[in-house]
C-alpha cells in the first residue's frame, strides 16, 4: 500500500487489529493500535470492539473496562456487540448486578435495544453465581421485550438449576420448551442427565437417556462421560462398561475423561488390576493421562499400600509435561504418610 502511495486508514488498522486479536497476539495488536493513534488516524467502534473482545477472550478483564472508559470518554458510541462483550466480561468476573446490569440500562439510555445474546450473558452471569431468581427475572424481562428465548437460552437457565439442584424447576423450563415447539438438543439432555444424577435420581437419569435416543438427538461423548460418571457413582461399574462398549460400538472414540471415569470406577470396585491395565493401554490408543487419570491411580496405589509405585507416577506425569495439582500432591504425600 505504502509502495502505491495509499495510507492505510482506520478500517485497515482495524481489520489487521481484528485478524491480531482473535490469534491472541495482542501484545501486537495494542503496538499496531497505538501506532495507528500516533499517526493521528483515530479509533473506531470496531476498533474499541476487537480489542475488547481480545482481552476477554485472554480474561483480562479489568483491561476491558479501561478500553471501554477511553472509548466512551472519546465519544465513540458503542453498539450493541461492543456492549454486550463487556457484559460478558463482567458476568464473567462476577459483577453481574453491580456492574453488568448498569452497562446494559446504560446501553438502552443510549438507544441500543439489548439482544437475545445480551440477555443470555446476563443470564449466565447470574447463574455462574447460584443466583436462580435473577437469572430467571432477566430470562421473563426478555420474554416481556418481545425476545423469543431460544433453545440456547433455556439451555442457561436449566444447567443453571441443575447445578443449584433445583431439578423439578429443570424439568419444568424441559416441559415448558416442547410446549413452546422448541426441540431440545443434545445439550439440553446432557445437562439434564447430569443434573438428575447429581440429585440422586438415577433412575429418572436413564430414562431420560433412552428417550434422548429415541428421540432421534444425537449423543456425543460429553453425554456419554456423563452417563458413566452418573453409574460408576452409582455402583454400577458393569453398567458403566457395558456402555462404554456401546459408545465404541456407536463409532465414537472415547477421550481421556472416558477412560479416567471407567479407571477410578474399577479402582473404587477393587478391580485394580484391570484398571492399571486400561491405564497402561492408553498410550498405545493415543491418548495421555490428565493429572485427574495419574491422581485416581496415585491413591489406588497408595491404598494398596505401595506408594513407591505412586510416587514413580507422580515423577513420571512431570516429565510428561502433566503439571501436578495441590490434589495429587496431597495424595501422594498421605500416601507416605
Keep these: 500500500m505504502k509502495d502505491r502511495g495509499l495510507e492505510p486508514d482506520v478500517v485497515t488498522y482495524s481489520a489487521i487489529i481484528d485478524s491480531l486479536c482473535k490469534d491472541k497476539l495482542i501484545t501486537d495488536a495494542f503496538k499496531l493500535f497505538s501506532q495507528m493513534k500516533n499517526k493521528g488516524i483515530l479509533p473506531d467502534c470496531f476498533t474499541y470492539s476487537c480489542l475488547i473482545q481480545g482481552v476477554c477472550n485472554l480474561q483480562q478483564w479489568k483491561e476491558a473496562t479501561r478500553l471501554w472508559n477511553?472509548?466512551?470518554a472519546m465519544n465513540i458510541i458503542p453498539d450493541v456487540v461492543t456492549f454486550t462483550t463487556l457484559v460478558d466480561a463482567l458476568c464473567k468476573e462476577g459483577l453481574v448486578s453491580d456492574a453488568a446490569e448498569g452497562v446494559?440500562?446504560?446501553?438502552?439510555q443510549r438507544g441500543e435495544q439489548p439482544h437475545i445474546v445480551t440477555y443470555r450473558t446476563l443470564m449466565d452471569g447470574y447463574c455462574l453465581r447460584g443466583e436462580m431468581d435473577e437469572a430467571r427475572r432477566v430470562f421473563d424481562l426478555m420474554s416481556s421485550k418481545g425476545i423469543l428465548p431460544d433453545v440456547t437460552s433455556y439451555n442457561i437457565l436449566i444447567n443453571g438449576y441443575c447445578k443449584c439442584r433445583r431439578i423439578d424447576e429443570a424439568m419444568r423450563l424441559f416441559d415448558e420448551m416442547t410446549q413452546r415447539g422448541l426441540i431440545p438438543n443434545t445439550v439440553t439432555y446432557?445437562?439434564?442427565?447430569g443434573g438428575l444424577y447429581l440429585a440422586g435420581r438415577d433412575?429418572?437419569?436413564?430414562?431420560?437417556?433412552q428417550d434422548m435416543s429415541t428421540s432421534g438427538q444425537p449423543v456425543n461423548v460429553v453425554t456419554y462421560s456423563t452417563m458413566l460418571d452418573g453409574l460408576c457413582n452409582n455402583g454400577n461399574l458393569d453398567e458403566a462398561?457395558?456402555?462404554?462398549?456401546?459408545?465404541?460400538?456407536?463409532?465414537?472414540?472415547?477421550?481421556?475423561?472416558?477412560?479416567?471415569?471407567?479407571?477410578?470406577?474399577?479402582?473404587?470396585s477393587g478391580r485394580i488390576e484391570d484398571a492399571r491395565e486400561m491405564f497402561s493401554g492408553l498410550t498405545i490408543k493415543g491418548l495421555y493421562p490428565n493429572v485427574?487419570?495419574?491422581?485416581?491411580?496415585?491413591?489406588?496405589?497408595?491404598?494398596?499400600?505401595i506408594p513407591t509405585e505412586a510416587y514413580g507416577l507422580f515423577r513420571k506425569m512431570e516429565d510428561h509435561g502433566c503439571v501436578p495439582d495441590s490434589c495429587s500432591y496431597n495424595t501422594i504425600i498421605k500416601g507416605f504418610l
Design 70 to 72: 477511553e472509548m466512551v
Design 104 to 108: 446494559v440500562d446504560t446501553m438502552i
Design 190 to 193: 446432557t445437562t439434564l442427565i
Design 203 to 209: 433412575m429418572a437419569a436413564k430414562e431420560l437417556f
Design 241 to 268: 462398561l457395558e456402555l462404554f462398549q456401546a459408545m465404541k460400538d456407536d463409532g465414537l472414540v472415547p477421550n481421556i475423561v472416558c477412560y479416567s471415569i471407567i479407571i477410578e470406577g474399577l479402582c473404587k
Design 292 to 305: 485427574f487419570t495419574y491422581t485416581i491411580m496415585m491413591s489406588e496405589l497408595c491404598k494398596e499400600g
